[in-house]
């Protein structure tokens, strides 16, 4: 299948300060990819979609001001988590589908953001 | 909105058994995928399946579109099987269930 690579895997920061999580689709181009956020035992959760060359689309209740999302090329989105709180420590993945076919989509690996 | 049910919410097993797991949508599905979480977080797709029977190995998955629901086969369960089983309904974004959880015990 479809490759999706998340970097970094894991990451621990302090308080108050910005994080950027990088999702690339290795093997095909997606005009548009999708941030997820999952808390423990709990489902994923939309957070935003992803549009190349355009702003993205923030679903209710997540602030853009505090995820920013910038997805310059077809195979690049980065979320990045600005003054980083505790709060916001989280299991963050993302998601992709070949921009060609609405087929199948795929995920990154996921990064464990814990903010100290 | 749009609802994705999965049951039952927890399940463990005797290695060696066999599973079904549900998944029930509220509309018309576009695109249904069923995916393994790992240990790690890891999400690993299992089946594409608007519509039909699709089986790989010891795994299996229906979609019944016009009844609105889904089932995953584990046959001959094995201890790796463990993990969170998701099912996602798809309009663009996908649309998670709350997930099975499944223990494979020795």
Known sequence: ?116 | GIQVEQSPPDLILQEGANSTLRCNFSDSVNNLQWFHQNPWGQLINLFYIPSGTKQNGRLSATTVATERYSLLYISSSQTTDSGVYFCARSQGNLIFGKGTKLSVKP
């Open chain 1, 1 to 116: 299948g479809a490759v999706v690579s998340q970097h970094p895997s894991w990451v621990i920061c302090k308080s108050g300060t910005s994080v950027k999580i990088e999702c690339r689709s290795l093997d095909f181009q997606a005009t548009t990819m999708f941030w997820y956020r999952q808390f423990p035992k709990q489902s994923l959760m939309l957070m935003a979609t992803s549009n190349e060359g355009s702003k993205a689309t923030y679903e209710q209740g997540v602030e853009k001001d505090k995820f920013l999302i910038n997805h310059a090329s077809l195979t690049l989105s980065t979320l990045t988590v600005t003054s980083a709180h505790p709060e916001d420590s989280s299991f963050y993945i993302c998601s992709a589908r070949d921009h060609r076919a609405n087929t199948e989509a795929f995920f990154g690996q996921g990064t464990r953001l814990t903010v100290v």
